[in-house]
């Protein structure tokens, strides 16, 4: 900004004061001798200002290259720290009256490496790295808010977040593929993993009296189940297909079944000759 002060809304601020007083020594030569007046006291201060006003105030260093800025900016009003270079380091501005104010600190490439106050819809917080990567984020708005951890290249490793249907975290791997999820909501919440191929592997899940266990194999079909709702109790070994092949059930009634089917053998428990 030091190359565009005359497009700048900034003014000068120009003080002056005067302290001190008036010291005068009279030397007075008489017949017989040399006498000397003593000192006249020094005139009192002036009294110090009560009230500064002015558009802006501009610190220069001893080169005259500004250094700080205080005052009327772009269209808002802050403070802005600069380097013997002219790059802005801090800025603490009043973005506008209805949003608030802003911190921004800055590298020495001018590189925003830090900032806190208001963004489109809500406020935040942002940490980026030399490279431009954002390391650690947090923001709210009017629906909720969020926490992310980010790595040097620039994918999101950890996320934390809650919103007005519910919550929920994730951590991904550094390729950037979600390796684990947990999430809940009003009408119940889950847990799964994913391998990394981003197939989801495994997961448990409850949503009011139902519940359950799934497993997947690496194309992503589901080969195990454990499940409970509506009454119901059992387990499930599904193929290649997805196709069930065998399990136990128990019914709202208390009564169970094992049973195998598909391929070369069919055969249930229910079904089989019982011993008295």
Not at 108 to 135: H, I, S, T, W
Not at 257 to 276: C, K, L, V, Y
Request: aromatic letters at 8%; hydrophobic letters at 40%; one cysteine or more.
């Amino acid at each position: 900004m030091q190359g565009k002060r005359a497009g700048r809304a900034f003014g000068a601020l120009m003080l002056a004061a005067f302290l001190g007083g008036i010291c005068s020594q009279i030397v007075v030569s008489v017949a017989g001798g040399r006498q000397v007046e003593a000192a006249a006291p020094p005139a009192a201060p002036a009294a110090a200002p009560t009230e500064v006003r002015a558009t802006a105030l501009v610190i220069v260093g001893e080169d005259g290259v500004e250094r700080a800025c205080l005052g009327a900016c772009e269209g808002g009003y802050g403070l802005v720290v600069r380097d013997a270079a002219g790059v802005a380091r801090a800025v603490l501005s009043l973005v506008n009256e209805e949003k608030g104010v802003a911190l921004a600190l800055h590298d020495a490439a001018g590189l925003r490496r830090f900032y806190m106050g208001p963004g489109p819809d809500g406020g935040g917080l942002e940490v980026v790295d030399p490279r431009g990567n954002k390391r650690f984020g947090f923001g709210e708005g009017p629906d909720g808010g969020a926490l992310q951890i980010g790595d040097p290249r620039g994918n999101v490793r950890f996320s934390l977040g809650e919103g007005a249907d519910g919550g929920g975290f994730q951590m991904c791997d550094p390729r950037g593929n979600v390796r684990f999820s947990f999430g809940e909501a009003a009408d119940g919440g889950g847990m799964q993993m994913f391998d990394s191929a981003g197939k989801k592997r495994f997961e448990v899940s409850e949503a009011g009296d139902d519940g359950g266990i799934k497993m997947f194999d690496s194309a992503g079909k589901k080969r195990f189940e454990v499940f409970d709702g509506g009454g119901w109790l059992g387990v499930s070994l599904l193929d290649l297909e997805g196709a069930e092949r065998a399990g136990v059930r128990m019914g709202p009634d208390g009564e169970s079944d094992f049973f195998i089917t598909g391929g070369r053998t069919e055969w249930n428990a229910s079904g089989a000759p019982q011993s008295d």
